[in-house]
């Protein structure tokens, strides 16, 4: 069975406080996502990987960075957190030989910035 | 960039009814992608659709991609409790690498009374 993991389900976090945010996929995929998701607007996407040490911004990167490291762990920071970065954060996998299109989310991180 | 323009927002209805929700976009898409997202969970693909005019059911659910490749809809029919959820599409981001990136609609939340 298919599986993502994200490492905490809800966090609280200061403003100012350095944040990690860890994803693991089971699937041996090449492609990882984060997005954040609001209400009223969907899911956003963040930033994407398709390979060990690559990156690319999606359409909201600004006061995030990510670090993927090995195949399987994609992770997301926010350097200094901020209140507007109160949301729920999920991660997401795909192949990129077979059904890109067919992305396996994990069950998200609420995170709450005070 | 791309936008998906979903509606209704939200819907309310009754055990036993059946539902019926929109897509809409302004530029063209070749792949159209439904997605559930349950309470407390990540999204879950419903359906896939690659041609103009398809239309693909699973289960109780159909759904259809549109013939100007702009718009695609989905049905569900006598609906449960366990319908409720947030449901969005989504297609393949255009420009650039793709990878895999989606772009998601803003989503359809359904409440289902029993």
């Known amino acids: 069975d298919v599986k993502v993991t994200q490492s905490s389900r809800y966090l609280v976090k200061r403003t100012g406080e350095k944040v990690f945010l860890e994803c693991v996929q089971d699937?041996?995929?090449?492609?990882m996502f984060w997005y954040r998701q609001d209400p009223g607007l969907g899911l956003r996407l963040i930033y994407f990987?398709?390979?060990?040490?690559?990156?690319e911004k999606g359409d909201i990167p600004e006061g995030y960075s990510v670090s993927r490291e090995k195949k399987e762990r994609f992770s997301l920071i926010l350097e200094s957190a901020s209140t507007n970065q109160t949301s729920m954060y999920l991660c997401?996998?795909?192949?990129?030989?077979?059904?890109?299109?067919?992305?396996?989310f994990g069950p998200g991180t609420r995170l709450l910035v005070l | 960039g791309q936008q998906l323009n979903q509606s209704p927002q939200s819907m309310f209805i009754q055990e036993g009814e059946d539902v019926s929700m929109n897509c809409t976009s302004s530029s063209i898409f070749n792949t159209w992608l439904w997605y559930k997202q349950d309470p407390g969970e990540g999204p879950v693909l419903l359906i896939a659709?690659?041609?103009?005019?398809e239309l693909t059911s699973n289960g109780r659910l159909t759904a259809q991609f549109g013939i100007t490749r702009k718009d695609s809809f989905l049905n569900i029919s006598a609906s449960i409790p366990s319908d409720v959820g947030i449901y969005f599409c989504a297609g393949p981001s255009a420009g650039g690498t793709s990878y895999g990136k989606l772009t998601f609609g803003q989503g359809t939340i359904l409440t289902v009374h029993p």
């Open positions: 990987s398709y390979d060990v040490k690559m990156k």
């Open positions: 659709l690659y041609k103009a005019g």
């Open positions: 997401a996998s795909s192949s990129l030989y077979f059904r890109q299109e067919t992305q396996y």
């Open positions: 699937m041996d995929h090449e492609n």
